[in-house]
């Protein structure tokens, strides 16, 4: 009975599915991600951040069901015009660099409460002496830095290295993929920036 029951309401959503739009159906999926949800029955801690005053939980909710925010300027701060997903990519108007930094800081905070060792926010990556990387898309410059690092994370005092990246699922150079070869193709790129340099100089993991 259980089951027939869930296979029915699975039919149900792939009906409803197959008449949203391109868009509509996009952002079912990234609800339907694993995890994507967590955020709502999240305890309220003051200390990561997580106290929503009520218009920020309005705003939220909008985002994620797609309706229009109240109150937006039309105009973002870089002259173009303003929406949700202008938003979500502009690096001058978006916010984007401080909601990378916010969970860059709260990953730091989590891996020192777990009890991780060494956690350091923007660790210097040793500099090249003579190394050569084999990669083109390898970063060689002697000032290169990742978000986080730590001891201890995957095995007692193993140093391994964390790099982030916030992205809008939404433009046009992601919403052609489905969203697992999306943050697949996002997850491969810091690769070919920094695993080798992290693995065969730092002796580490990244």
Known sequence: MVTSKRAAEKNTVQCVVSHMSASEQRRHEELSARGASTWITTLPLQEHGFVLNKQEWWDAMAMRYGFELEGVPPTCGCGKTNSIEHSLSCARGGFVYMRHNQLRDLT???????????????????PLTGEVLTLKSANNANDARLDVSARSVWSPGDK?????????????????????????????????????RVLEVEKSTF
């Open 108 to 126: 730091a905070n989590l891996l020192h409460e777990a009890g991780c060792k060494d956690v350091v926010v923007e660790p210097r990556l040793l």
């Open 160 to 196: 391994t290295f964390l790099d982030f990246r916030v992205f809008n699922s939404l433009a046009p150079s992601n919403n052609t993929l489905p969203l697992d070869r999306a943050l697949l193709k996002h997850e491969d790129e810091k690769k070919r920036v920094y695993n080798e």
